[in-house]
């Protein structure tokens, strides 16, 4: 036995491939088990050092046992801590950054409930639209002004109602079954917008918007096209001297005129070459 000792190793166990995995297999445990026992030792100088620094705070100085290497690897972790503590206690104390409003959205502050009201109803001198109908009433704006009187608080509430010609809205939804007409068409919004036109204006609104529709090559009559009409009604309604020399301008001048007298009647009839 002495003399196999001597001999040295057995080179066929040692070159076989099950024990070269072993021994891979080992040395993974031996490094899994070395770091595990590392992060374990870590681990219990921390809480040592934690336990003490609590000891400390209730009882006193306790800790002046370690060995200075521990406490100064502590120390460095403590001060990571309470830098980590500080900049959140920071963070707490800064004041909400309110959100960015949106340009044009003012956001007015409702008043409170518990405030008595006092009405102030403001209504509309003319009840009549001009084709002869009265307004119906269709809704109602209602807007709130903080009052005070001495010892006294109370809301001063104003309230408009708003009126609408049924008849005249009545009158465009027949006229404008005959054109085809697109889904942004609102009646109520433009019987609202052409107080005082009559059963013919409003045909002839229905008329100029469709051709304009038709000169822009759509097959349905838009509220632009509406819109529109409505404003070249308006200004010819408003301006019968410009239309009628812009009508004159727009004649040929005649190269001779016959005048001539009917029996019956006395008038001048022109003969335009």
């Known amino acids: 036995m002495m003399a196999a000792m001597l001999e040295g190793p057995d080179t066929h166990t040692i070159d076989a491939p099950g024990a070269l995995d072993s021994m891979q297999e080992l040395r993974d445990v031996i490094g899994r088990m070395q770091g595990e026992l590392k992060f374990k030792q870590t681990r219990i100088e921390a809480l040592n050092f934690e336990i003490a620094r609590l000891k400390r705070w209730r009882f006193g100085s306790s800790s002046e046992s370690l060995e200075t290497s521990t406490q100064a690897v502590l120390f460095d972790q403590i ?4 830098a980590l503590e500080d900049r959140a206690a920071q963070q707490d104390q800064k004041p909400p950054v309110a959100p960015p409003r949106a340009k044009g959205q003012a956001v007015r502050q409702a008043l409170p409930a518990s ?17 002869g109908q009265p307004f119906k009433r269709i809704g109602q704006e209602v807007s709130e002004q903080l009052d005070c ?3 006294q608080f109370f809301v001063l509430r104003h309230i408009r109602g708003k009126y609408a010609c049924t008849c005249c809205q009545t009158i465009l939804n027949v006229h404008m079954r005959k054109i085809p007409v697109g889904q942004d068409v609102n009646p109520g919004v433009i019987a609202r917008g052409t107080p005082g036109m009559s059963g013919a204006d409003l045909a002839n609104l229905c008329n100029e918007a469709a051709l304009m529709a038709a000169r822009r090559n759509a097959r349905t009559v838009e509220m632009q096209d509406f819109e529109k009409a409505k404003d070249k009604i308006i200004q010819a309604t408003r301006e019968p001297s410009a239309a009628a020399s812009s009508v004159s301008t727009s004649m040929a001048t005649p190269s001779s ?11 001048c009839v022109w003969d335009f070459w």
């Open 257 to 267: 005129a016959t005048l001539r007298r009917e029996p019956s009647t006395v008038a």
């Open 149 to 151: 009187v001495p010892a």
């Open 115 to 131: 405030l008595p009201r006092i009405d102030h109803h403001h209504e509309i001198e003319q009840t009549h639209c001009e084709c």
């Open 79 to 82: 001060l990571a801590d309470t």
